[in-house]
């Protein structure tokens, strides 16, 4: 979870004040501040249409528009990683339960030089005829290692599958492009490396769900939602592309704002600027790790915002977890991989510090 920026936190206040007095809500209001929202994302991901940009209150809601909006058949196989985030894995493994599909999780090879990239070439191998989805993240949440997204999408394309991208780990902190990478959905929460609130996100829907039906059919995702006067005269026909499947309530006053400047920051650090930023100040002292026989995966197949520390074999972790919380420095535990998430915040010192817990 990242900090929150002062610019962030402000607008967060200013905007719950408002509410004290709702007579200065006007009804522009329930819809401006979504379109800034929707056009910032959509430049961060280097996407032309907003309205390809949906407002979602969570990774699970935007996971589950896309798996309501495939047609799934018994026998269909859907791809995942092993431990992945929970949020793209609970809703994929209900419809197995529902409809008979097959989840396919592919399992990390050993930890060696070389995993990151055995890991990926077993992903392109599941992809088959049978293959319906495959869903993955940019960068694994527990150690950071990145998936090849656009060698994956030109398998995809092979066999019609689609690909759906959970990018909450990465995206805000690494570059992403859509035109690049063509993923028929990309999900993210607001609150990790786009600097906005707990409890909202955004998500990316391409031409493959122009039609699709909402999870949440709510007033506002309807052809004609901004003329209050008119809300009388139901309106059947949904918003174009993405903003049909924008979350109930959307407007969120307090949170969208916040989220919204959380992005105009980002958009002038760039997420290359803070790749560039973090190899700088983590390249030497996590070579110095691996030199003491700490695995740590190469850094051209993980992220500088995020990577994982494996222990040697037989070497206890308690120890080092007291360590590490006696020098105030926090870092999270996932699976087996002590996943270290630095920030423009940090300084090298900061790493130093870190590295020093380590001896």
Request: proline share 6%.
């Amino acid at each position: 979870m990242s900090p929150q920026l002062r610019t962030v936190e402000q607008i967060g206040i200013q905007n719950l004040q408002n509410k004290s007095q709702p007579n200065r809500i006007t009804a522009h209001d329930f819809f401006s501040e979504k379109e800034i929202l929707r056009e910032r994302f959509a430049r961060l991901i280097r996407v032309d249409d907003p309205q390809r940009i949906a407002i979602i209150p969570s990774v699970s809601f935007g996971i589950g528009t896309a798996m309501k909006n495939i047609s799934f058949e018994a026998g269909d196989e859907i791809v995942v990683l092993e431990e992945q985030f929970p949020s793209n894995y609970y809703v994929w493994k209900q419809l197995e339960a529902e409809k008979g599909v097959i989840i396919k999780t592919i399992t990390a090879p050993p930890i060696s030089a070389g995993r990151a990239q055995g890991w990926n070439d077993k992903v392109l191998k599941a992809i088959t005829p049978q293959t319906k989805c495959v869903t993955l993240p940019m960068v694994h949440w527990a150690d950071g290692t990145k998936i090849e997204l656009t060698t994956i999408r030109d398998r995809t394309n092979d066999v019609n599958a689609y690909l759906v991208i959970d990018g909450t780990q990465s995206v805000g902190a690494m570059p992403f492009s859509i035109p690049e990478i063509k993923p028929d959905a990309l999900v993210c929460a607001g609150y990790k490396w786009l600097m906005g609130p707990y409890g909202l996100g955004v998500a990316y829907f391409g031409e493959r769900f122009d039609e699709g039906t909402p999870l949440d059919n709510n007033w506002m995702n309807h052809e004609g939602a901004e003329d209050f006067a008119n809300l009388v005269n139901y309106n059947h026909n949904l918003k174009a592309k993405g903003a049909r499947y924008d979350v109930g309530e959307s407007s969120n006053f307090i949170m969208v704002p916040m989220l919204s400047e959380g992005l105009n920051q980002l958009l002038k650090w760039t997420p290359q600027g803070i790749q560039d930023y973090l190899r700088e100040i983590t390249t030497a002292p996590l070579e110095t790790l691996r030199e003491m026989g700490y695995f740590i995966e190469e850094p051209t197949h993980r992220g500088h915002h995020l990577f994982g520390i494996y222990l040697p074999d037989k070497m206890p972790l308690e120890p080092l977890k007291a360590k590490l919380s006696n020098a105030n420095i926090f870092v999270s535990y996932r699976g087996n991989a002590i996943r270290v998430s630095p920030n423009i915040y940090n300084t090298k010192e900061d790493l130093e510090k870190l590295v020093s817990c380590f001896i």
